[in-house]
Nanobody, 113 residues
Framework: EVQLQACGGGLVQPGGSLRLSCTASGFIFSNYGMSWFRQAPGKGLEYVASIGNGGEVTRYADSVKGRFTMSRDNAKNTLYLQMNSLKPEDTAVYFC??????RGQGTQVTVSS
């Protein structure tokens, strides 16, 4: 069974930083590309970023490009999302997404002064 657990969210002021982590189990992590999505209150799922199985290819939504950095540690079965220069519009629940569009419990990020 695929299990994905995101953590690291919280309340941060505009311009601040957070680092999200996602621990994966139940599949061979190093075989799969992974993604981050987010869902703001009252809105649908929004693509944030994705990374190849080896970590050498990353892609970002235009809304986060230059501010967010996605990475992975295949030895630890863990995915990361470094978020800098956070804006109020980044407020959302963030999910990591794996094989077959599986996703676990997300982590809340709130950007507010």
């Amino acid at each position: 069974e695929v299990q994905l657990q995101a953590c690291g969210g919280g309340l941060v002021q505009p311009g601040g930083s957070l680092r999200l982590s996602c621990t994966a189990s139940g599949f061979i992590f190093s075989n799969y590309g992974m993604s981050w999505f987010r869902q703001a209150p009252g809105k649908g799922l929004e693509y944030v970023a994705s990374i190849g199985n080896g970590g050498e290819v990353t892609r970002y939504a235009d809304s986060v490009k230059g501010r967010f950095t996605m990475s992975r540690d295949n030895a630890k079965n863990t995915l990361y999302l470094q978020m800098n220069s956070l804006k109020p519009e980044d407020t959302a629940v963030y999910f990591c997404v794996g094989p077959g569009s599986s996703r676990g419990q997300g982590t809340q990020v709130t950007v507010s002064s």
